[in-house]
């Protein structure tokens, strides 16, 4: 058994170097130096999520469970980080864009799915992106119909966004760059500490929890600096779910979302050019590249009806509900909030509804029991 371990790793750390190595080629000359460095903030991502633990679904859990709310306000403190340096640089270099998006029915629907998802799956983008890297079998389940649910999602999405909506709200549009910032962090401050106050059990923050924010809102910095953009995980696996669905002979762009021009773009070039699905390949790498230099020995999942059925639910409900509120954990929650943008609280709010109501599921099923 040990010795079949010594194996799996080896040819793990074969495949993982060399995939990195091609990736990072084949980007570094179709595509620039630009591309590549994403791709490496995207390895440095899974590695620092794996390494540290830090996650979005399992917090939640926790907070409905034992009202702990110690890994919220840690996702708090990651958001504030990460506003001190994404509003400044939007703010004062117009080439440099925010995460915004309208206030609209799609959103609040697809943000309440998505918070249920997160809980029937007991992970989130992020989360689902580094697991698969660990070598989580339930994990890649929930991979495989978050891409199936995003691609769903992104039929429905023009007919849902019809529905009524109001533009884009930036929070302190009309301020300067100083009482813009102030006025953000302060909602941030108070929200936090409302969840400081209801918290039934001591917050803990330890060494490793800050180093996590700092390197991860660093590297939000970073993706920003280098692509114009915040950084998002849905729309990679829209892309993908799109690249499967024309692999498999189905007439794309008879839906009006693939007509429209950035998925338009993304599905004729390779899954390299766009950024999203790029940082994703490399989040699982990075988590895989963990997996090997811990030596950590990946086991099989133990699986029934029961754990089979939350992960292809939470999957599909993911993948729609990210659509339909235009990103997920990442890209409407840090990368909408840290821009300024009202619709990261709107999304925040009822994901974080849908969670409750995802954890009641989770109850139903008998799927909280070893938290």
Known sequence: MFLNNIKHNISF???????IILIFFITYFEYGLNYSLLFFIGITLGLTFIATSFGFASGWTYFFKYMDSSSIIKQFMLIGLTSLFIIPTVHLFESYSPTIAPISI???????????????????????LFSVGNGNTKMMIVLLFFIIGSFIGSLI??????????????????????????????????????????SNRK??????????????????????LLSGYTWGITFGLTVW?????????????SFTFWNWSRPSQALQNSLLSEVSSLMNIGMILGSLTYVIV??????????????????????????????????????????????????????????????????????????????
């Open 294 to 371: 811990s030596k950590k020995i990946i086991l099989p999942y133990k699986f029934n009806l029961k754990i089979i059925f939350s992960s292809i639910a939470g999957g599909l409900l993911m993948g729609i509900g990210a659509r339909l509120a235009f990103g997920c954990n990442i890209g409407a929650f840090l990368g909408g909030i840290s821009s300024g943008s009202l619709h990261g609280w709107v999304w925040f709010l009822f994901a974080f509804c849908g969670g409750w109501v995802g954890f009641k599921f989770r109850n139903y099923f008998n799927l909280n029991k070893d938290l």
């Open 157 to 198: 999405l023009p007919i849902v966004i019809n529905f009524g909506s109001i533009k884009p709200v930036i929070i302190g549009s009309n301020f300067n760059l100083i009482n813009k910032l102030l006025l953000n962090i302060s909602i941030l401050i108070a929200i936090a500490f409302i969840f400081f106050k209801i």
């Open 13 to 19: 750390a074969f495949l993982s170097t060399l995939s």
């Open 241 to 253: 779910g799109g690249k499967l669905w024309s692999l498999i002979g189905g007439d794309i762009y």
């Open 203 to 224: 917050i803990i923050i330890n060494i490793k929890d800050i180093l996590a924010i700092i390197v991860i809102s660093l590297l939000c910095l970073m993706c920003l």
């Open 106 to 128: 799609s959103l609040l629907i697809g943000s309440f799915i998505f918070g249920i998802g997160m809980q029937l799956s007991n992970g989130c983008a992020s989360g689902t």
